[in-house]
T-cell receptor, first 115, second 119 residues
């Protein structure tokens, strides 16, 4: 069973640029969610994708957007990068359906640095 | 909106001893799930233990157990026989059941507790 994989591992961007982060969900999981984790803090929910549709969003501006593909992999796009966007971005997958009992399975994250 | 609070930024324990990490949460919901995740330096969040709010019995997983006090909205994690590999950042997390499918992937996390294990 393949776990959640994220790419790239690290990324350095300049303020104002755009970035795309990628995530492959665990086999059999159709729900992908993204989190932003600032240094020394707990992860903050950005949004969730279920069967290629965004169906849940946290308190993040529209310049944070995403996609989910038919194979349930996902992308997180951030436009007009700001210094405060520097963080660890975590992707998590879950079976969805009625699986509230199922925990989220997380990837190792992408460390984004904005200079 | 739900909030999760971990009041201990750092804790330390001697190898083989027992340590308890605290977590409180605020919610108006009656049904929900609570989780403890561990995040080692590798950065990957690893599930430690989960608790369904409708179950009065405290969850246990080998050396890990919880003390779930629903009325007090408290969910502490006890680690027995601590091992060097337990050293990590520990996060308490809440999952709502009242938002339909939109809550499958949404966890509300606390600020975390760094656990150091001394040999």
């Amino acid at each position: 069973e393949t776990g959640v994989t994220q790419s790239p591992t690290h990324l350095i961007k300049t303020r104002g640029q755009q970035v795309t982060l990628r995530c492959s969900s665990q086999s059999g999981h159709n729900t992908v969610s993204w989190y932003q984790q600032a240094l020394g803090q707990g992860p903050q929910f950005i949004f969730q994708y279920y069967r290629e549709e965004e169906n849940g969003r946290g308190n993040f501006p529209p310049r944070f957007s995403g996609l989910q593909f038919p194979n349930y992999s996902s992308e997180l796009n951030v436009n007009a990068l700001e210094l405060d966007d520097s963080a660890l971005y975590l992707c998590a997958s879950s079976p969805g359906g009625s699986s509230y009992n199922s925990p989220l399975h997380f990837g190792n994250g992408t460390r984004l640095t904005v200079t | 909106a739900q909030t999760v609070t971990q009041s201990q930024p750092e804790m330390s324990v001697q190898e083989a001893e027992t340590v308890t990490l605290s977590c409180t949460y605020d919610t108006s919901e009656s049904d929900y799930y609570l989780f403890w995740y561990k995040q080692p330096p590798s950065r990957q969040m690893i599930l430690v233990i989960r608790q369904e709010a409708y179950k009065q019995q405290n969850a246990t997983e080998n050396r890990f157990s919880v003390n779930f006090q629903k009325a007090a909205k408290s969910f502490s994690l006890k680690i027995s026989d601590s091992q060097l590999g337990d050293a990590a950042m520990y996060f308490c997390a809440y999952r709502s059941l009242n938002a339909g499918g939109t809550s499958y992937g949404k966890l509300t996390f606390g600020q975390g507790t760094i656990l150091t294990v001394h040999p």
